[in-house]
Each structure stands twice: as structure tokens, then as C-alpha cells.
């Protein structure tokens, strides 16, 4: 399986918990950007020749681009041979960037798949937040992708915000439920450096649920998931029977995968497991395609023990966890060889299991993920 990202790092406003690689745009910038990516992808259609299997459009917000600049990027995409139309094809979206024209616009170059950024549905946390829409805005921008025909549309949802209350959590997620979308993120807050919460924590005014109030919003989530027929199938993502999101399942095992855009990572195996990374400063990005140079400002080859604690990683994160067999065939290394104190310290505490073949974390386990990977790693 090949994936294909496209990054696209403009946005209306940046907000406050936002720490992507992601910027307002400039007058004219979306533009002269996306001849820069037209430009990558060109050259990769020339280096590669292969296909996609999938489509990932990330940002920023890729709906701040016009309907003449989509059709043009899938124009060329589909002229390349990078991109066939009948593919899973995800566009971010947030409220207030996309309107019925536009929506029904997507659907016919053959976008089928919708990530649409919610975050929260109360008035005061979105503000709270620093978006630019309200709920209402994300349940009409939901009711308009299903009046135009999508039939596969994720909503992401963040718990453990500011000045947030289990109740506000759960009435937030049963209305989400109730709209019904095919796919669910539910992530936990992160705070990371150089963002306004970032700041606002150091001066001691942002007031955030406890340990204890965030792990009941989480109970609840799969309580509630599970009741609605979703299955949880990683730690953040839950779907319905069929919906599970192709791009990143193939980030989870490891798949190789082409990024194209400012800061856009790319793994690919033709000659070893290699993994390089584009500049992310826009300007540089477009200064270098101008100048027939390559994006490309770092590139790692990964070592075996490498690439192997990558794919333990990546996979405990899954559900059905890691196939232990499978693993060892495939990388010639047995976990237990080389991290044996963590994985049986985690098996004692009852965070892993091992059933079927299978190493994975028990719901316990699932809860304390994040404290196990430090620990791990």
C-alpha cells in the first residue's frame, strides 16, 4: 500500500492549542503555494511513478483553498497517474470553510471522504479555544455534506479543555453520536510549547480538568462509542462496521507513505527503510521549488531496532495490537528480546495482554497509553 498526503498549511486563524505546521495566509500565498506543490508533485510522479492507494488532503485547513485551485490540484494529480478517482480520498475541513458549493463541488472531482474539525460543540469552549465557528455552524456544515452525498464523514472531538466539565464532554459527544458520522477521533488535549495555552499554563490562568475528570471523559467516550455501534479500533479513532480510515491505517502498519508539501514526512522502503522530511517554513518550501532544488531539508535511514520499536509502537496503538509472530517474521526481532522489563512489567500490571498471538493493551492499558510509551521508549 502507497499513501499520498498533501499538506496544506494555511488556515483562517491559528488556534490557541494549535501547534501544526500551519499559518494564516497572506494575500495571494494559497496560490503561489500551491504552484510550489503542483510542482513536488510533478517531480515525484517523475522519481516514483507509482499510484496511490489513498488520498490524505491535511492542513491547516485545505478548504480555504477555492474551487478553482481544487480543481486544478486534482487535475493535475489525476494527469500525473498519481491519483484515480474511486479511491479513499479524505479532506480536512473545518466549519466556515466549506459551503454547499464547494461541498458539492469536492464530491464531484471525487473526494468521498470528509475529516471535519469540530473540536467541541459549546459556544464558550470553541471560544475558549480561539476557532472561528460555532456549533450550530458544525452541525449545519455536517447536514450539508449529507444532503450533497457523503457517506463516509469523521468528526474530531478534543477532551480535557479548559474550564471543561465531564457533563459538557458527554452532552457534547451524544449530539455528535446523534448526527451519526462514520468515523470518530476523540484526543485528548496536548499542550505543546510556543502556543498560547502553552504560555497561559506558565502564567498559571488556564484551568484544566483534572486527571480524574479526563479519564471519566474517556471512560465515557467508549462507553458511549461502544453503545452506538462504533468500534474502537485506536487508541484516539472509533468507526463504524467498514469506516475505519485507510490512510492512517497504513501509517499504523507501517505502510509506506509519500508527503508532499511545507513539512510533509514521507517512509519508503525501495532501498531500505528510509524516512526524509520536507522544510516547514513555507516560504523556504516555495523558495525551493521555484528553484528546481529539493524540499527534502532531512532524511534518516532507519535501523533495524529502529524501525522495529517504531512498528511496536504503532501497533499497540491498534486494537487488535500486534501480532507477535507476524512482527518477528517481518523484522527479525522479538519484542520480548529487547524490551522485556517494560512489556513484562505491563503484562504483571495488567496494561498488556497477550491473547490469539496477539500483544495488546487491555482497556486499562489503553487509558494509561501514553505513561507506558515514555516508559517504553
Sequence with gaps: MLGLYLHLPFCIRKCDYCDFNSKPAAPGEVDVYLEALLQELRDLAGMHGRAADTLYLGGGTPTVLSGD????LFGVLERLGLWTPGLETTVEANPGTLDRPKAQLLAALGVNRISLGVQALQDRLLRRLGRMH???????????????GFENIGIDLIYGLPEQHVADWVADLGQILDLGPEHLSLYGLMIEGG????????????????????????????????????????????????????????????????GAGAGAHSFLQTDGPTRSHNTPAVDLYIERMREGRSPVFRTERLSPRTLAAEALMLGLRMREGVPLEAFRSRYGIDPFDVYAACLRRGLD???????????????TGMLLSNEFFVDLF
Design 195 to 258: 502556543t498560547p495555552f502553552a504560555r497561559q499554563r506558565e502564567q498559571g490562568v488556564l484551568l484544566l480538568p483534572s486527571e480524574e475528570e479526563e479519564i471519566a471523559m474517556l471512560r465515557s467516550a467508549r462507553e458511549m462509542t461502544a453503545a452506538a455501534g462504533y468500534e474502537h479500533y485506536e487508541i484516539s479513532n472509533y468507526a463504524r462496521p467498514g469506516f475505519p480510515c485507510r490512510h492512517n491505517l497504513g501509517y499504523w502498519t507501517v505502510e509506506e507513505y509519500i
Design 69 to 72: 485551485q481544487f480543481r486544478r
Design 349 to 363: 500490571n495488567s496494561w498488556l495482554e497477550i491473547e490469539g498471538g496477539r500483544l495488546r493493551f487491555t482497556e
Design 134 to 148: 460555532t456549533g450550530r455552524a458544525a452541525r449545519d456544515t455536517f447536514d450539508t455534506l449529507r444532503a450533497v
